[in-house]
């Protein structure tokens, strides 16, 4: 074979001129090239996350001025990847030439030394274009990409590691979706400020920096990188979106066949979950098919005509065990028949992701695609007019009383709201369909406590460690800085687990705190997969940790539970009728059962019941998994959940521990003064353990004292298979 080749895709790049974006082109060049930082804003689906980048790599520069080259974050692998592959086959190009992206596992046309692997969506990327072809340049095969789209974890290592190379290999970095402030994008927002100040008062070559959102707090950020940063307004959305609410979706469905009957809504506390209703995901399929009578759907779209597009309907559920409980029910609803029914979320390998975001031309069934926040930004999928929207989403939530954190599902914010609704604005006029009231939107938070003053402090001061010698001073200069007090708190609890030590006079980073903070999880949750891995239990401590981090599989009484929240504020809210008690302890007969079968641990339980359901899942069917769930008063939602939270730890373990490096005979001795009444054997499996870590992030970080050994690649150390 000779060389792959590729055509421009005619409409996507007929497109561009229609955007509204497009009529602030030359003020966006002179902006960014007048000023060392700017703020751009735009609703969603103007055109912001293709159009800018093109616009600063296309410019006309003097003679002699640096060759620019953009580095464009996202805030999901896959939003990277699909607006990457828009944006090169705008261009007329292959992925990989003048456009690229850089995530975990996977890059295209990022530099060689740029291959650090930090991600939270983890999924195979296979190497599939869907392009036609013309002759590909051949100099495209070596020479790095003008543009690199990339995730914010992906920047953060970068910036951690080769910070003077990433300031040297780009002359650009454009932060997108900005107002999803994640503890990753806030530390990168505090590094790249540090550059830009250095711009300012030196004559060192840093990057400029625009930062790009829809809904972000424009004039906060313009102060946070100073007085002088300019912000930038580029318009609406392209075509006008109508918002319904429930009780507006119930009562137009009243003049078609299906019906949609109201039901009572459950509003959570603050310590509460919110709820996944049936009732609503059965008005969902209900809306599904009125959706297929043209007078209900004339009703909700604006009075624009465009006969000729597609009526797709994009469909907003808060996590994967959801979207699967959708799928099922417009399986026996007949749903399928009326539409393709695709789910989308970043579980799902490249080849199920591309199917979901390509343009289906060569179909006229509608299609119905099921997916989680990942199509909240950035994403664009073709055709779609309608929008359904359960308001719901799975947050990170920490508890500080047991100092644990557990993945919740919650209401989400009105910005995300507003991110939701323009999805469907973006190809045609369009109608977002709301799943809740409107007394729901007004409880609703604007925006959502960014993820900095919500997650564990020693997960957040170990990050900002690896950032800066001083942790407590660079998180003091974040948007929403916690207490100093506080982070040295964190940082002792830290050295007490030996994710850190206690250096004169600064704090140095183990490599078991480098490993938890590639894993993303609360430090003391990976310490135990860390531990689990060295005594060969590596998939089972995966499980007990998933377990952790979310909710207990293990369903509470439902009566009693009710009864426990709805007990009156003069008795005692603990107390339960003799006929509760009874209920109660027949409820914990089987998890009793199979707890004792398990030396009486609920982790171990967990494990136990997780993997029967998996086996009945493979190897019978869904409804034999869900009646094996039932029976145990388990919740089938909390084991898929936790199932696919424990691959992903596994997956990223194996990813980062894959060299192992020559036992130090010196530290096994220390380790064998000092291992608190470990046998022996244990003990050498945890030097060797700690020994694979230090050689294999060394090898991450892009070298040092190792990088001239010449090891072979080798399993991942005592992974229980």
Not at 200 to 218: C, G, L, Q
Not at 250 to 278: C, L
Request: contains cysteine; hydrophobic residues 35%.
């Amino acid at each position: 074979g000779g060389a792959k080749t590729w055509t421009r895709d005619k409409a996507a790049s007929s497109k561009r001129d229609s955007l509204p974006v497009m009529q602030f082109k030359q003020q966006i060049v002179d902006l960014v090239e007048a000023n060392r930082a700017i703020v751009i804003t735009g609703e969603a689906g103007c055109g912001k996350s293709t159009q800018v980048p093109q616009y600063i790599i296309d410019a006309v520069r003097p003679d002699g001025a640096r060759e620019p080259r953009v580095l464009v974050t996202q805030p999901r692998r896959v939003a990277a990847v699909s607006v990457a592959r828009r944006v090169a086959a705008e261009r007329g190009e292959a992925v990989g030439q003048s456009v690229g992206y850089h995530v975990a596992g996977d890059q295209r046309g990022a530099k060689v030394e740029e291959k650090v692997q930090e991600d939270k969506e983890d999924t195979d990327m296979k190497d599939e274009e869907d392009l036609e072809a013309v002759p590909a340049a051949p100099e495209s095969v070596t020479k790095p990409a003008k543009c690199v789209y990339m995730t914010t974890g992906v920047l953060l290592q970068l910036l951690t590691h080769h910070r003077d190379d990433t300031a040297g290999n780009y002359s650009h970095i454009l932060i997108d979706e900005a107002h999803e402030r994640d503890v990753d994008m806030d530390l990168v927002l505090v590094t790249l400020r540090r550059m830009v100040i250095e711009g300012r008062t030196s004559e060192k070559r840093v990057p400029k920096v625009i930062i790009m959102s829809a809904t972000v707090d424009a004039q906060r950020l313009c102060g946070f990188f100073g007085d002088r940063t300019p912000h930038l307004h580029v318009g609406t959305r392209p075509f006008p979106v109508r918002v319904h609410d429930l009780d507006q979706v119930i009562e137009a469905s009243q003049a078609t066949d299906t019906k949609i009957e109201p039901w009572s809504e459950y509003v959570p506390k603050d310590t509460q979950n919110a709820r996944f209703e049936r009732d609503a995901s059965r008005a969902c399929v209900q809306v599904l098919k009125a959706l297929m009578d043209p007078v209900f759907e004339k009703g909700l779209l604006p009075p624009i005509e465009d006969a000729d597009s597609r009526r797709d309907v994009l469909v907003f559920a808060p996590g994967v065990a959801e979207i699967e409980e959708l799928e099922n029910l417009c399986r026996k609803e007949g749903v399928h028949k009326l539409y393709d029914v695709l789910p989308l979320h970043g579980a799902l390998d490249d080849k199920q992701q591309r199917h979901a975001l390509s343009n289906p031309e060569h179909t006229e069934k509608r299609r119905c695609v099921l997916t989680t926040n990942v199509a909240e930004s950035s994403v664009t999928v073709p055709g779609v007019r309608f929008v359904i929207d359960f308001g719901l989403e799975k947050l990170p939530v920490y508890d500080p009383r047991t100092k644990t954190q557990a993945l919740l599902t919650r209401h989400c914010s009105r910005a995300s709201c507003a991110q939701r609704a323009g999805r469907c604005g973006r190809v045609a006029p369009g109608a977002c369909l709301r799943l809740y009231s409107q007394k729901i939107y007004t409880s609703m938070p604007a925006y959502i406590p960014p993820e900095i003053v919500r997650a564990p402090l020693p997960t957040v001061a170990l990050k900002a460690l690896l950032l800066d010698d001083q942790p407590a001073q660079l998180l003091s200069e974040a948007l929403d800085a916690p207490q100093k007090r506080d982070v040295e708190e964190a940082l002792t609890s830290l050295v007490k687990i030996g994710a850190i030590r206690k250096g004169d006079p600064e704090f140095e980073v183990e490599p078991l705190g480098e490993l938890v903070s590639r894993l993303d999880v609360d430090a003391n949750v990976g310490r135990l997969v860390a531990f689990g891995a060295a005594l060969g239990c590596l998939d089972d401590m995966c499980v007990v940790a998933a377990a952790v981090s979310l909710r207990d599989v293990f369903l509470q009484p439902f009566e009693a539970g009710k009864k426990k929240a709805e007990e009156d504020v003069d008795g005692d809210p603990l107390a339960l009728t003799l006929e509760q008690g009874r209920q109660e302890v027949a409820h914990f007969l089987p998890r009793r059962r199979i707890t004792e079968q398990q030396q009486f641990s609920d982790a171990l339980a967990t494990v136990a019941i997780l993997r029967e359901f998996k086996r009945r899942l493979s190897t019978q069917s869904r409804d034999e998994a869900a009646r094996y769930a039932r029976q145990n008063h388990a919740s089938f939602k909390r084991l898929v959940e936790v199932d696919a939270l424990a691959k992903r730890l596994g997956d990223t373990y194996d990813r980062l521990i894959s060299r192992r490096r020559k036992r130090d005979r010196g530290a096994l001795q220390r380790l064998r003064r000092a291992r608190n009444g470990l046998p022996l054997g244990v003990a050498r499996r945890l030097l060797r353990h700690t020994q694979c870590l230090e050689y294999g992030l060394d090898q991450l970080r892009g070298g040092g004292r190792h990088s001239g050994h010449r090891v072979p690649f080798l399993q991942p150390p005592l992974r229980s298979r």
